[in-house]
């Protein structure tokens, strides 16, 4: 069940990738523009713009443009940039990485950090702690990451000069000058990703704790920790699992304003520069990574809910 | 940074920089040996040399000796823009990073100076014949570039080639469209042949986009320049080490980073907390943050980079002359310097060339000046009450000098619509499309080549379709004038022409500004764009 589950959820998701490539493909094309005129900017002229199409394959149709595409894609050839003509491959392969090392140390610390206060401020509705807990995601929630990023570089980069203004990273960094390297953009994802966390954790469990099992489990006199640990937690794990993988996602593919701010070479800012290049295969291949990221973080969100509630694995 | 020379200095007088190579290390040896003032001013006396010659010697001496480059260090720079499209292929150089990456790996034929005349870079000598027509260059011996390959005619002719032909998309191929053929004389000797006369060819061999690349090479970092490449990832940054066999004395900094950040307030903070030295396009918003931080220097350089409407001649409504007129009357000249550039650029007069550009500024053409009674009268007499003009952020400032052009507008009940647009595109979609938009233009190095891009009848450029035929005869005679009066009378004329009958409304000139910290010594000033024209990394030192 669970296996036929996964390859029809699998099945779907390269079918989403396909029709997603095909809208970002019409959508670029409709943009005023195209990346001879984009690359030759103010100095274009007739001449140059047509020699320029001419080698870089514009003068051909846009769907002969797209199954060429397509066919590089399905053997594995991302193509080369039209507007720089360095390899996709190349232009992507360190960024992937920098995007994951960043996704990741997010992860690492917002994820444990957001349960434990959602937890908490769930145990103790009412209390200062869930008041602070409840207003300050509200806060964070509301105020756009760019302010929070450019504050944090006021105060901690530019007055106190505790850390580097920018993400400027170099290769022979070892793990901690890399930590400090990242610590501004990290320190300003944890507050953006945590706060959505924190408070889906402590609605959702409180969401269950109104349930008529949970008042048989307080009247049996079971504490209030172990109910929540044992009994509420488990079902009120899907929507936070959902909304983990979603952080998630928005890690790998919509960081862009602090990969700006931080001039943090990821892979969000690669693919709106290929959109202002009007690059096609560069923006192709950056929104096959996102939208293969989002499948498959919401199929694992999914199959992680189904694993933990036992009334989904087993269903009528 | 500045000039060493001081100001009390006369010019009649003897001073260091006048000394030949051996007295000045004479001088210099004796101010470093420990002698005392008095001792160095009696041993100059004895030796028949004036007490106020002596003194000013000395002075100057030591100031050169403050001034002494000295090696090592290294800088990193955040240019404004950065992408997957970054090139190290000169002829489709189009950015600021492009640019300072092409300074560092490679040379060009001709360099810019400060002043804006020209010096021979790895052409040694450039002469013309009697009119101009054929160019005469001799390269210099013994350049290797970085790979070990002499450096020969071969390569000039092979790197100039790719600017022309039909299937060239070098971006200034219609710049270099008077060049017809390099041929080559002999390994070290190359001509220039024009179709017509052009005594501004130097200033033409020295853009970003004319460096010299390995015969048979499409830009892959191997060039002769003062930098070699170490490392560069589109987009990201490049990394490049002092080139330890250049040819001229080579660079002070043993490593130069180049990268960008985009974000222009990350880009001053950068500045600030040193993790940058080098930044350009500092917005007037952020001077004073750089001008009260005592660790970096605001470095603004006087430039005529037009801030421009174009009223396009050929449609409605920059047909009629007098909605140009009026537009232009508008224009309150001096409060977009004040307000607007912060004090930061010039009064222009409608026409492109500025005092940057020397004595071929028209400095007899009276200044067109705010006059609001003017501009209704002229709006109606023109007959239009309202008209819409497309504003992208092209330039810092364009979109208030139009904000402000608005609400000077509606004082005399005339409705000037903004249509904001995108930078994204614009170029494409806007400039030269739309009937009334915003233009830039960076300073080009002579005042014949600024009028003949944008206004010579036909050319690509001609952003407002103006056609005059006098302006024609007028650009193509001022190449062949050598009489300084004559030529300054050609010059005048075209400025008038341009001030009265064009589509263009220029009401300033933004300077060229930009951010370095306090310590780098010997920055270039060249005016042609951020940075000196990013001239620095050969020349520059920290102290």
New interface residues.
Partial sequence: MMLQMTLRRIWVGVATMFVVSVIVFIMTSI????VA?????????P??LA??R??LGLDMPAYLRYLEWLGDMLTGDLGT?K????AISD?IG??FGNTMVLAGLVAGISIPISILLGLWAAMHPGSWLDRTVTFGTLATISVPEFFVA?LM??IL??NL?WL???A?LRDEMTFFELLGGLAMPIITLVIVVSAQMIRMTRAGILNVMNSPYIEMAILKGIPRGRIILRHALFNAIGPIVNVIALNLAYLVSGVVIVE????Y?GLA??MI??V????LP?VQACAMIFCGAYVILILIADIGSIVSNPRLRHPK | MKDKVSPECKSDELNFFDLSPSDKCLVEKTIQGGFSRRDVLKLMMVTGVSLVTAQNLLFTGQQALAAMPKKGGSV?M?ANLH?????L?PP?F?STIDYVRGRAVYNSLVQHNNDLTTRGELAETIEPNADASEWTLKLRKGVVFHDGTPFTADDVIYSMNRHMG?????????VLASIQEWKKVNSHEVKCVLNTSNSDLPTLLGLYQTKIVKNGTTGDGIGTGPFVLDSF?????SVHSRNENYWREGANLDLI?I?????P??RV??L??G??QLINQVAPSAFRQIEEADNVTLLSTPAAVQLGICVLKNAEPGMNDDFVKGLQYIQDRERVVKRILKGKGTVANDTPISIAHGPDFCSELPQREFDPDKAKFHFEKSGYSSAELYVAPVASGIEEVCLLAQANCAKIGFDLQLKKVPT??Y???V?MREPINVVTWNMRPTAQSQMAIQFGPGA??NDTYWNNERMGVLLQAVLSEIDPAKRHEMMCEMQTLIHNGSGMVIPAFTNINDGIAANIMGMPTVPLGALGALEWPEFIWLS
Avoid: H, Y
């Fill in positions: 943009l005023p523009g195209d005129q984009i690359v030759l900017g103010q100095s274009a002229t001449e140059t020699a320029l001419a080698e940039s507007a720089g003509g360095a232009l360190g960024r450019t570089v006021l980069a530019v000069q580097p203004s920018t400027l700006t701010i931080f001039s070479p800012k690669l520069d290929g202002q290049t009007r690059d560069l | 990193r955040a992408g997957p499209d970054d090139q292929d489709r189009t039909d299937d060239s998309t070098s971006v200034v191929k219609s990832e589109p987009g990201v940054k980073e990268t960008a950040i985009t974000d307030v990350a903070n950068a600030i907390a993790d940058v994204d595109g170029w494409g979609a400039w690509e450029w």
